[in-house]
């Protein structure tokens, strides 16, 4: 590799409100939404960080089809490349719906482009 640029793309940490891996670069945590970026280090002001962009959102009810008998959910999120190799596979949710409930699913996929200038280090 010759010259190294944006080391810090995709880093992570954990949100130290819900425990949930989030983007370092994340000011508020996607998961719970609270504000992130009180324990910035080594930058007098945060920059501000690229508008995300909805690449994707799916919502939809669901509501299971027999009438009177209790069922199980469980929900599952993966991500593979182009090549179909997993990235990662996870459990999201698990439950149970009593008969005649609905629940309501939303699945959502943010890009949060990078600005080439940004993470120029100052000693
Ligand atoms: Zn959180």
Redo the contacts with the bound molecule.
């Keep these: 590799m010759a010259a190294a640029r944006q080391t810090n793309v995709g880093l992570t940490r954990v949100?130290p409100?819900?425990k949930?891996t989030?983007l370092q670069s994340a000011n508020i945590?996607p998961?719970?939404q609270?504000h992130l970026r009180f324990n910035t280090v080594g930058k007098s002001n945060a920059e501000p960080q690229a508008a995300a962009v909805s690449a994707m959102r799916i919502e939809g009810s669901i509501q299971h089809p027999v009438r009177d008998e209790q069922c199980e959910y469980c929900v599952v999120v993966a991500i593979s490349n182009e090549r179909g190799e997993k990235i990662a596979r996870h459990v999201v949710g698990v439950g149970a719906l009593q008969p005649g409930e609905k629940h309501k699913y939303t699945f959502s996929v943010d890009l949060l482009p990078v600005r080439s200038a940004v993470e120029r280090k100052r000693s």
């Design positions: 949100c409100h819900c949930a989030v945590c998961g719970c609270h």
